[in-house]
């Protein structure tokens, strides 16, 4: 089992930026690759953002690409999202997820393993 604990959400204004962080525990944080997904008040959960076990690679979803940046510290097992020039349509709750398998694009749901239970961004314009 992992554990995943996000924080770091909360209010802000558009244009401005917020880190989120995930804290890991349980099995072992480095042998699972990292990501974050979101979910906007009556839409589907989609994919953000995902970084290898490695560190070495991460991938985004369009819309954040250029905004928005991923970074883990395995010795400290957690994972981050930097989030800049925020924009109304980021609102969502963010989650963090662990799945065994990186991929260079989308990371499918169904490759999830573990879920948080998630962190509230508001952006307001």
């Known amino acids: 089992q992992v554990q995943l604990v996000e924080s770091g959400g909360g209010l802000v204004q558009a244009g401005g930026s917020l880190r989120l962080s995930c804290a890991a525990s349980?099995?072992?944080?480095?042998?699972?690759?990292m990501t974050w997904f979101r979910q906007a008040p009556g839409k589907e959960r989609e994919f953000v953002a995902a970084i290898k076990w490695s560190g070495t690679r991460t991938s985004y979803a369009d819309f954040v690409k250029g905004r928005f940046t991923v970074s883990r510290d395995n010795a400290k097992n957690t994972v981050y999202l930097q989030m800049n020039s925020l924009n109304a349509e980021d609102t969502a709750v963010y989650y963090c997820a662990a799945a065994r398998q990186y991929y260079s694009g989308t990371t499918p749901i169904g490759a999830i393993d573990y879920w948080g239970k998630g962190t509230l961004v508001s952006v307001s314009s």
């Open positions: 349980g099995r072992t944080f480095s042998n699972y690759a």
